[in-house]
Antibody
């Protein structure tokens, strides 16, 4: 079965760029949509954006100016970059797969990685 | 942008049925998916396509969707069902995935 694992530095300085990677194992990255979702401490889930295996992307309008999601098909990985971070970007960052359109449920999810923005 | 509204909290006695609502404009025309998130854990899909259950999810979990409200029902609730629950849809106009604000289920 497909498993997802996030990786990245747990601490990022304010105004710098946050980078996290999701490695997909047990299956191909092909034919699915690969998402980033975050959860600030004590808050709800916020969808950040997705990349289709072909490389096309869609981002949450509230983060669009600062977000880039990319894919490395040779490594079965996709990555998130969020620039100009502030304390408000401190969150657990999850990666998750969806099937697109009405089949856009998230399954599976990675375990999540906590990224703290420090001043 | 499309908005999903959930009650912040729902309380239920053990053995009873919990119902968690998710409101949205004409949500009945959309496919609604539900997630359970226990403290310190990643969310888990419990219902997709309004009422389908992934393998491994107990039959106690069911869903419905009509008009402006989707509902997740959990029967014979026990302490293990205490968690946050989120609804989610795909917004066709923006191609965005949208979450509700989440509901904390407390078993009394």
């Amino acid at each position: 079965q497909v498993q997802l694992q996030e990786s990245g530095p747990g601490l990022v300085k304010s105004s710098e760029t946050l980078s996290v990677t999701c490695t997909v194992s047990g299956g191909s990255i092909r034919d699915y949509y690969w998402n980033w979702i975050r959860q600030s401490p004590g808050k709800g889930l916020e969808w950040i954006g997705y990349i289709y295996y072909s490389g096309s992307t869609t981002y949450n309008s509230s983060l669009k100016s600062r977000v880039t999601i990319s894919v490395d098909r040779s490594k079965n990985q996709f990555s998130l970059k969020l620039k100009s971070v502030t304390a408000a970007d401190t969150a657990v960052y999850y990666c998750a797969r969806d099937g697109g359109s009405r089949a856009s449920w998230f399954d599976p999810w990675g375990q999540g990685t906590l990224v703290t923005v420090s001043s | 942008s499309y908005v999903l509204t959930q009650p912040p909290s729902v309380s239920v006695a053990p053995g009873k049925t919990a119902r968690i609502t998710c409101g949205g404009d004409n949500i009945g025309s959309k496919a609604v998916h539900w997630y359970q998130q226990r403290p310190g854990q990643a969310p888990v899909l419990v219902i997709y396509y309004d009422s389908d259950r992934p393998s491994g999810i107990p039959e106690r979990f069911s869903g419905s969707n009509s008009g402006n409200t989707a509902t997740l029902s959990i029967s014979s609730v026990g302490a293990g069902d205490e968690a946050d629950y989120y609804c989610q849809v795909w917004d066709v106009s923006s191609d965005h995935r949208v979450f509700g604000g989440g509901t904390k289920l407390t078993v009394l």
